[in-house]
């Protein structure tokens, strides 16, 4: 018989995961944050030669778990307090996020970025706490089905005997991805993220008794972070027209804000990646990824000399929302450039389009 082929080996990767999900060891939700955390750095560390990073560190990940808890520690309307997230007590990383925001961020609305600038002494402390977690917990025990342990997706220099104390000497923090894992983490994005988010929630609702049909949008959805507060200034960058189809939009309110690269498929609130949409652009684009004009015309946003970029970044300062261009940037070119020759962009109404390698890679390009 010949060696597998490239495809039999990403549905071997994914079946893999598929075990991990259905592992019955955890009895917290790590390895779900874990995993999702390992498929965001390789979207965010995408290198301009179209390389995802052959490994990150053990704080990266801590900063990345932190981000996609924060907003699961705020108080539930159906249970007196937060979610927990373990079927015992509280899960210890939920449970440092909490003591943080109670310490210095007790609004329940700051968002992270403001949290984190602000409260830079605690958020450090919080980041070494989490890190310490994350070295001693999952990341020994993440790969392991049963009895079973098959390091299919990273390798680290340390397993479950790590002490605290070990850090003080040399320690090495870096998690380096498997031959092929960084790449099919990016291919099965589209596939794995909706999957793990889903078993995430139905995992919270059992430990919590509750129906899980609210969970997952409470846990993960686009609405957790309202910008309704930026809408109308991005319609006057927009010069009041709908950024898909360019017809005038005439008040703000006749607009919608979108996420141009998709929630579902990336989850960033940063402001280069909000636009203002017709409800129908809206609606019909859905969570498809937008058509390469669409993609020639939002890298212009990333280009110094472009009036529009130094209105957002003004944006961005006086409403104090998120902003991370180079790291949108990257995950743009992560799921654009990976896509396979016969996948459908959303153009307009029901109409869709091949990608143009050739135009997707020139609007995405750092030199811009």
């Known amino acids: 018989m010949g060696q597998p082929s490239r495809i039999d080996e990403t549905i071997r990767f994914a079946e893999k995961i598929l075990e991990l999900l259905e592992e019955g060891r955890f009895v917290a939700t790590y390895k779900f944050a874990v995993l999702l955390a390992l498929m965001d750095l390789c979207f965010e560390k995408y290198a301009a030669s179209e390389v995802a990073p052959e490994s990150v560190t053990t704080r990266q990940l801590a900063q990345k ?36 925001r109670h310490e210095v961020a007790r609004d329940p609305s700051t968002p992270l970025h403001r949290a984190r600038s602000d409260f830079a002494d605690g958020y450090e402390r919080l980041v070494g706490s989490v890190e310490w977690t994350l070295i001693e917990m999952p990341l020994p025990r993440l790969q392991t089905i049963g009895l079973i342990r098959d390091n299919f997706i990273y390798e680290i220099a340390w397993d479950e005997t790590v002490r605290r104390g070990d850090l003080r000497r040399g320690f090495d923090n870096n998690i380096r991805f498997k ?135 003004t944006l961005s300062d006086t409403s104090n929302w ?37 135009r997707l890679r020139a609007a995405l390009s750092p030199k811009l």
């Not at 894992?181 to 889903?198: C, E, F, M, T, V």
């Not at 059992?206 to 969970?215: A, K, V």
């Open 322 to 358: 998120e902003r991370d261009p180079e790291k949108t940037r990257c995950s743009a070119r992560a799921l654009y450039l990976r896509l396979p020759t016969d996948a459908k962009l959303w153009h307009d109404g029901k109409m869709f389009e091949q990608p143009d390698f050739i």
């Open 65 to 100: 778990v932190i981000e996609i808890y924060w907003p699961h520690t705020v108080d539930y309307h159906r249970v007196s307090g937060v979610l927990k997230q373990n079927t015992g007590n509280q899960a210890e990383i939920p449970a440092a996020i909490q003591r943080f």
């Open 179 to 313: 031959p092929g894992a960084k790449d099919y983490l990016i291919q099965l994005n589209g596939l794995l993220r909706p999957l793990i988010h889903r078993k995430w929630a139905s995992m919270v609702a059992r430990i919590n008794q509750l129906p899980d049909s609210e969970l997952e949008d409470f846990l993960f959805g686009v609405e957790r972070v309202s910008s309704t507060r930026i809408r109308a200034s991005l319609w006057e960058i927009q010069e009041a027209r709908c950024f898909y189809c360019s017809d005038r939009i005439p008040e703000p309110h006749r607009g919608e804000v979108d996420h141009f690269l998709p929630w579902s498929r990336y989850p960033d609130n940063g402001i280069e990646n909000l636009v203002v949409a017709h409800k129908r652009c809206n609606s019909d684009k859905r969570d498809f990824l937008a058509a390469n004009v669409h993609v020639e015309n939002w890298a212009r946003r990333f280009v110094s000399d472009f009036a529009g970029s130094s209105d957002l970044a």
